[in-house]
């Protein structure tokens, strides 16, 4: 078989892009616990055939975003709080190696970066921009994830995030968000001691602080 007739299927396009629109939806709460959904009607407000939606169904449902109920309806999985807290201790174990796997390749640049996304994200915190404050947080911890170069990380980070990150919508607060911006500035001091060692444990320490906040009773 003469590998290069083979080309991308568009039914698998149409496929990724139904899940991360249903994905991104579930994660920002527009598609809020509990709801039900109906692939029928999915697939007539995107346009296309059920099959498409169902397949992203069934991947949402394998990262725990959804759920299939008895006689076949299916809902957006509800905030579990206890899942959260095992999968906080996960992502903080990941954040940290990749901060560490970093560490020696950390310049002034990157520096730099991690300073404006903290900036941006105190700025998002006082205008109470809960999805601002959340891609701030993301994208400080993307210089370490980026320069770690390690893909196996991000995939699990990836597949694990959206557990935690529906939580960090549905209990975002100010005071919350501060103590973030707090932690990641000893962060960057780390750093620019060179000291690479307490930065990693300083990021670890700051996932699990905020998976004690989230998972509270």
Request: aromatic share 4%; hydrophobic share 40%; proline share 4%.
């Amino acid at each position: 078989m003469n590998k290069k007739l083979i080309k991308p299927i568009k039914r698998l396009s149409l496929r990724d892009e139904v899940y991360q629109t249903l994905k991104k939806s579930i994660i920002n709460m527009e598609l809020e616990p509990n709801e039900r959904l109906n692939d029928k009607e999915l697939a007539q407000q995107f346009g296309i055939s059920r099959t498409p939606v169902r397949e992203a169904l069934k991947r949402l449902e394998d990262e725990g975003l959804i759920e299939s109920l008895p006689g076949s309806s299916t809902r957006v999985a509800p905030l579990k709080p206890e899942e959260a807290k095992h999968a906080f201790v996960v992502i903080a174990a990941l954040h940290a190696l990749a901060t560490q796997l970093a560490g020696s390749l950390i310049t002034e640049r990157h520096i730099d970066e991690l300073e404006r996304s903290n900036h941006e994200l105190k700025l998002a915190i006082d205008e109470g921009d809960i999805a601002g404050a959340i891609a701030a947080d993301e994208a400080f911890h993307k210089v370490f994830l980026n320069l770690a170069g390690n893909p196996e990380i991000s995939l699990a980070l990836e597949r694990i995030s959206p557990k935690i990150q529906r939580l960090e919508m549905a209990q975002f607060t100010a005071v919350r968000g501060r103590g973030s911006t707090e932690r990641h500035q000893e962060i960057i001091c780390a750093f620019k001691e060179g000291n690479h060692e307490r930065a990693a444990r300083l990021v670890e320490e700051n996932w699990l602080s905020l998976g004690e906040l989230l998972t509270e009773e």
